[in-house]
């Protein structure tokens, strides 16, 4: 970095639910936008273009509409049929919208816990860079990939991320915040949704709470 200035450089990622990068942009610049990061990355060219070979939609059990597949993001993306987000707002205790958001919740701790395990073994990530941004591009690309290396064979995955590392299985979603210091949020900008991303998050919403429930969700959410 300059000595009088700093630059902040931003990690867009697809993680899976094995704590596997699937995709990383390390090019985005702190100042811009969220949005205008995901649509200038190849990940949101092939999303449009329908290039990312999902499997085709499937009725949930119990339930009539066919639900496409879908990533899943917090407030500061954009709602659309291929990428989930919670219901805004304060909602009341045990309602369909709040244990939607908890179900949602539990699912992002997994990405969560990726970054939190990358900055906690690659410390590097957890203060300034005294680097030139495309220095750091570097860095950061570096570990994503050195991250599923070591996640590749059982022996090094246990190494590198013991398995009382991070809490998966605690009913309560949890963030990382003591290893992520210097990891900060995206920008959140509203936008309106699609009439038929709400249909499919109510969706899942209705599947949550009667055909799929967790035994514990209504004293949480």
Same mark, same amino acid.
Do not use: C, W
């Given at each position: 970095m300059q000595h009088k200035s700093t630059f902040s450089v931003v990690l867009f990622a697809l993680v899976d639910a094995n704590y596997n990068f699937l995709y990383v942009n390390a090019g985005g610049q702190g100042r811009i936008s969220d949005g205008g990061i995901f649509k200038d990355c190849s990940l949101y060219k092939k999303l449009v273009k329908n290039q990312l070979n999902f499997p085709e939609p499937e009725t949930l059990k119990g339930m009539q509409r066919k639900i496409p597949y879908f990533f899943i993001g917090d407030e500061a993306f954009a *709602?659309?049929?291929?990428?989930?987000?919670? *219901?805004?707002?304060? !909602?009341?205790?045990?309602?369909?919208?709040? &244990?939607?958001?908890?179900? %949602?919740?539990?699912?992002?701790?997994?990405?969560?816990? /990726?970054?939190? &395990? #990358?900055?906690? /073994?690659?410390? /590097?990530?957890?203060? $300034?860079?005294? %680097?030139? $941004? #495309?220095? #750091?591009?570097?860095? /950061?690309? #570096?570990?994503? !990939?050195? !991250?599923?290396?070591? =996640?590749?064979?059982?022996?090094?995955?246990?190494?590198?991320?013991? !398995?009382?590392? *991070?809490?998966?299985?605690?009913?309560?979603?949890?963030?990382?915040?003591?290893?992520?210091?210097?990891?900060?949020?995206?920008?959140? &900008?509203? =936008?309106?949704?699609t009439d038929n991303a709400k249909i499919i998050r109510d969706e899942l919403a209705l599947y949550f709470q009667n055909e799929d429930p967790l035994v514990y969700q209504d004293n949480y959410a």
């Open positions: *709602f659309t049929d291929s990428l989930m987000k919670p *219901f805004s707002g304060t !909602h009341l205790k045990g309602s369909i919208q709040r &244990i939607f958001n908890y179900r %949602l919740s539990r699912a992002r701790r997994t990405v969560e816990n /990726v970054f939190g &395990i #990358a900055s906690a /073994v690659f410390r /590097v990530l957890r203060k $300034p860079m005294l %680097l030139e $941004p #495309a220095k #750091a591009e570097i860095i /950061v690309m #570096a570990i994503a !990939h050195l !991250h599923n290396f070591l =996640r590749k064979s059982s022996t090094s995955s246990t190494l590198y991320m013991p !398995h009382d590392m *991070f809490d998966t299985k605690s009913p309560l979603p949890r963030a990382t915040n003591e290893t992520m210091s210097s990891l900060l949020p995206l920008k959140n &900008i509203p =936008r309106k949704p």
